[in-house]
């Protein structure tokens, strides 16, 4: 299944008998679902069920869909006519005829000119239809258009992936030598102010330090996140919420790391790891 973007663009067209419907479907990034379908007044009735149907077939994205009618005018309409209006019509005539004896018959154009009585053949179920299959093929144009760009964003995000693996391996091997290091100075420290570093108490305060500054458990984490997001990017479909969320755990542990850091090189670390998830949480905001 492909990574879907929430940008998007895709028209088609469909013909029956006097009409030609358009659709286009645009579609740009947006944290929740808001689908906007604009039609002519005497297409109005298609609103609600275009509206279910981009409900049914996108997560979230802002997404609009236009639609337009042509009327072709070599093809001539064919007309029905509407026998309940005819017949309310000569019930009121009749009627009209016991309070007025001398009024006259209608005629057959006086029933023509009245109002709802000649109406397209089938004007609504077509209409419909024709609008259905041409939405039916926008929106596989669309899903493609989608489909290309989610593919590019998602290789964006695996290399950012990459990166984030080659920096923590540049850390990993030094964990400890960190912790090596950093108890030397502390030692030397003490024994520069005269106290003696195998103190007990001193002991257990450098232990304790020593737990502060502990970022194998960081280092792990961002592993495995890292891990989760080739995973669901693997697994492709509606993915984006997913990895918004995982690049905020990412984050918090790239905070972590630089709070921990007691290191030059732990500090560069952690600040080129924060600038990686930014690029991700970016890239992630186009996916749906």
């Keep these: 299944m492909n990574v879907l973007s929430m940008t998007g663009f895709a028209a088609a067209s469909a013909s029956a008998r006097a009409d030609t419907l358009n659709i286009e479907l645009r579609a740009v990034n947006h944290r929740y679902l808001d689908a906007v379908v604009k039609t002519p007044d005497e297409l109005r009735m298609l609103e609600p069920l275009l509206r279910e149907r981009l409900a049914a077939r996108m997560k979230r994205g802002k997404i609009d869909c236009k639609v337009s009618r042509a009327r072709n005018p070599e093809a001539a309409p064919t007309l029905r006519v509407d026998t309940a ?6 019930a009121a005539a009749d009627e009209i005829r016991v309070q007025v004896p001398t009024a006259a018959p209608l005629r057959v154009a006086d029933i023509l000119r009245w109002p709802g009585v000649l109406a397209a053949q089938d004007a609504a179920e077509t209409l419909t239809e024709t609008a259905l299959a041409a939405f039916d093929a926008a929106w596989d144009d669309f899903v493609a258009s989608r489909a290309r760009e989610g ?58 330090f020593a737990t502060r500054i502990e970022i194998s458990e960081e280092v792990t984490r961002l592993l495995t996140h890292v891990g989760e997001v080739r995973r669901v990017l693997g697994a492709g479909g509606a993915v984006g919420k997913r990895l918004d969320f995982l690049a905020q755990e990412l984050h918090r542990e790239a905070n972590t790391l ?31």
């Design 258 to 288: 630089g709070a921990k850091s007691v290191d030059a090189e732990l500090s560069q670390v952690a600040l080129e790891l924060k600038v990686l998830i930014e690029q991700m949480r970016e890239q992630i905001q186009n996916l749906e």
């Design 151 to 208: 593919g590019k964003l998602a290789a964006v995000l695996l290399q950012c992936c990459d990166a984030i693996d080659a920096q923590v391996a540049r850390v990993a091997p030094r964990i400890p030598a960190i912790h090596a290091a950093y108890q030397a100075k502390l030692t030397g420290r003490l024994q520069e102010a005269g106290l003696d570093p195998d103190e007990e108490r001193l002991k257990q305060e450098l232990a304790l």
């Design 85 to 90: 209006q005819v017949a309310a019509l000569l």
